[in-house]
Nanobody, 125 residues
Framework: QVQLVESGGGLVQAGGSLRLSCAAS????????MGWFRQAPGKEREFVAA????????FHADAVKGRFTISRDNAETTMYLEMNSLKPEDTAVYYC??????????????????WGQGTQVTVSS
């Protein structure tokens, strides 16, 4: 059973930084694609970033490119989202997700089979 557990959310002022973590367990993730999504109140869940567990650089949504960086630590089976220059519009619940199919990186939520419980990020102006 795949388990994804996010941590690291909180309240931060605009311009500040946070680092989210996603601890993954229950499978061998070498072929997985891992992603971060976020959902603000009244809005649809949107893609933030994704990375292949096997290696390579990450993919980032235009809205966060240059400010957020996705990475993973294979030894600890943990994925990270480093968030800098945070804006009030980044306020949302952030979710970790896993796509076991590998292959092409998908930016749609329905491409991911496993989800964490989410962690709240609030950016004050």
């Amino acid at each position: 059973q795949v388990q994804l557990v996010e941590s690291g959310g909180g309240l931060v002022q605009a311009g500040g930084s946070l680092r989210l973590s996603c601890a993954a367990s229950g499978r061998t993730f070498s072929r997985y694609i891992m992603g971060w999504f976020r959902q603000a109140p009244g809005k649809e869940r949107e893609f933030v970033a994704a990375i292949r567990w096997s290696g390579g650089s990450g993919f980032h949504a235009d809205a966060v490119k240059g400010r957020f960086t996705i990475s993973r630590d294979n030894a600890e089976t943990t994925m990270y989202l480093e968030m800098n220059s945070l804006k009030p519009e980044d306020t949302a619940v952030y979710y970790c997700a896993a796509d076991p199919r590998g292959g092409v990186v998908t930016t749609t939520p329905w491409g991911y089979a496993y989800w964490g419980q989410g962690t709240q990020v609030t950016v004050s102006s």
